[in-house]
């Protein structure tokens, strides 16, 4: 089924990456004025030229030309989810982007009739480019229904031109579903590449072992990744060597570390090295989860606009596993594990780039906040996120935090050292960094500068960045706060609109260990139901530490990173909460105003300073005809 009678039929029989908004055309009546959808295209975010886009598909690099791949599920013919293509871009830099303007894979074989859905970068040995991707024969497909076997295979697609065409092989699909014997939920979106721990831990050749996972669950049982090995010298040789993780039905330790779902989508496996300690290093999972349980917290008295999935991971160790339904020759048990994003973001896929030497990954940016009237009537739905990089984040001295113990936050390791303190380690990420430079250096880009400034009282509408700072909605901020012991909020608005009524706020509570984002409604009628503007919520602590030699303790600083790109904002707090959200209601800024709740005494909550980069952006890239 590539389309369906209604969004309710939709969202029942279709996996997440088809997930659309539940308000229909039918429910509302959208204004008539284009204007309210002028300006929501992203400037510097990798979209198609139209039509529906969801997950990141086979991010990767070629080192022998230099060039780097990200390709994408596209609906060329339309703009809600079916008739599932690749599309695809290519860039000499991860900074400017060649989009093309025809799909590189479609589906146009028995074994992929109805949809070439995600896929990865395949590590190669025969001079070719390897795409192996998810062959879709019948439809529907979803973890709430009986899954046929076969309707999810496993395909390969090859190009020795480096990637100007692309055919799929002859031998597709080179696995024709889930393992013999298993009730799964789901069997979808290989992800390939070597795992020198799991080698290691499993006594094979880490130069010449390649692990492939395909994701999904076994049927009330758990979510879970199927484990493979694949040969480098024939990719279509996968070995099946058992599901990786047996976690349980929506699993949920605490709200620092979300729910781990019924299924799982587009799973990855990484290891992740200490920046200061190389010999120390931990093995994470990256899971897309669908069947998620109701939470209050993300969508606090409001209507559920967004499909019950969420974007997190997990961290574990390698162990022996069981050899029965729900294990096979080696299990990654689970430790601790967070929210990779806690807004709009889903289906992360990474890949290591062996120039920067790090995990980038790529996530969609859902469209679900939107009505369908307004979502088709803008040509396009959905984009990429700026590529960030994951790296392992490591505090030392640590005795506490804003509020918590720290035994109750499961989202770190908390492992103690020789001075009565703690080392903390958690998944921590930030844009790609030679990005974020390339905008600062846009040809138009303008920069503003705040000093040190307290905050409270009289003084505060003082400590801004006026009107006169903005001519656009793609803008950079970087800022940092001191925050007292008393303080009981902290933050940033931007007003978007000249009487203040209206304002995207960032702000932070240290007692509720809360970090919010309020977005601004629609100035239109009806906004409420046109537009889901329920702020995005999301929970993040400062950490305390002591000095080992002086005794004397320090609050950590908290350090907001901003970018608005149009309709699209991406916040990360302390590198360690990131949140993707949609500013509809945000086409003008009359300014940007610090806030803090300290008025007097020695102890007040100040700004530390703030960096403001207006008008940022790169070249165009031209789009390339296929």
Known sequence: MTAASSDETLQTLAPSHSSISPTSSAE?????????????????????PCGWMNDPCAPGYDAKTGVYYVSFQW?????????????????????????????????????????????????????????????????????????????????????????????????????????EGLDVTGWRDPFCALWPSMSKFLGLDSENTLFGIITGGIRHVSPTAFLYTVDPNDVSKWTYLGPITNVGLNRRLSRWSGDLGKNWEVANFLTLSDENDSSITREFLIVGTEGCLPDE???PGGRQWRSAHGQ??????????????????????????????????????????PKCQRNIVWGWVIEEDLCDTLRCKQGWSGMLSMPRELFLQTLHNVVGASKSDLSSITSIEVEEDRHGSYSVRTLASRPYLPLTKSLRQGPNARRSRL???KLGGSESNKVAFTSDCFRTTRWELDCSFRVSKRCSEVGVKIS????????????????????????????????????????????????????????????????????????????????????????????????????GTDSSGDDTTKLLGAVLWDDIGIPVAPTQSS
């Not at 004025?33 to 975010?45: N, Q, V």
């Not at 509570?509 to 409604?521: G, H």
Request: hydrophobic letters at 35%; a negative charge.
């Open 28 to 48: 509302i009546t959208a204004p008539s004025d284009t204007a309210c959808i002028k300006g929501w295209r992203p400037s510097y975010h990798l979209l198609p």
């Open 75 to 179: 609906n060329p013919n339309g703009f809600d989810w079916g008739d599932i293509a690749w599309g695809s871009a290519t860039s000499s830099d991860m900074i400017s982007w060649v989009v093309r303007d025809q799909p590189v894979l479609s589906p146009d074989m028995q074994y992929d009739q109805n949809g070439v859905w995600t896929g990865c970068f395949m590590p190669c040995r025969d001079d070719s480019l390897t795409y192996a991707y998810t062959s879709v024969s019948s439809l529907p497909i979803n973890f709430t229904i009986p899954h046929r076997r076969g309707c999810e295979s496993l395909s390969l697609a090859k190009s020795f031109d480096n990637g100007k065409t692309w055919q799929k092989s002859a031998s597709n699909p080179i696995l024709p579903g889930e393992p």
């Open 297 to 299: 917290e993300m969508t």
């Open 312 to 353: 997190l991971w997990l961290s574990g160790s390698l162990q022996e596993g069981k050899r029965n339904d729900v294990s096979g020759a080696v299990e990654m048990t689970y430790r601790f594990g967070g929210h990779l994003d806690r807004g709009c973001l889903y289906a992360a896929n990474s890949f290591f780039d």
């Open 451 to 453: 000093e040190k400034s």
């Open 496 to 595: 978007n609109s000249q009487d203040l009524s209206r304002a995207t706020t960032l702000m932070f509570e240290p007692q509720s260990e809360t970090f919010t984002i309020e977005r601004p409604s629609l100035r239109t009628l009806s906004s409420s139901k046109l537009i889901n503007n329920a702020p995005e919520v999301a929970p993040h602590t400062l950490f305390t530490t002591r000095n080992p030699v002086t005794g004397e303790e320090d609050i950590e600083i908290l350090h907001i990173q901003a970018w608005q790109d149009n309709s699209v904002l991406e916040v990360f707090v302390n590198s360690r909460t990131a949140i993707s959200t949609r500013l509809y209601g945000a086409k003008e800024i009359c300014g940007m105003t610090f806030f």
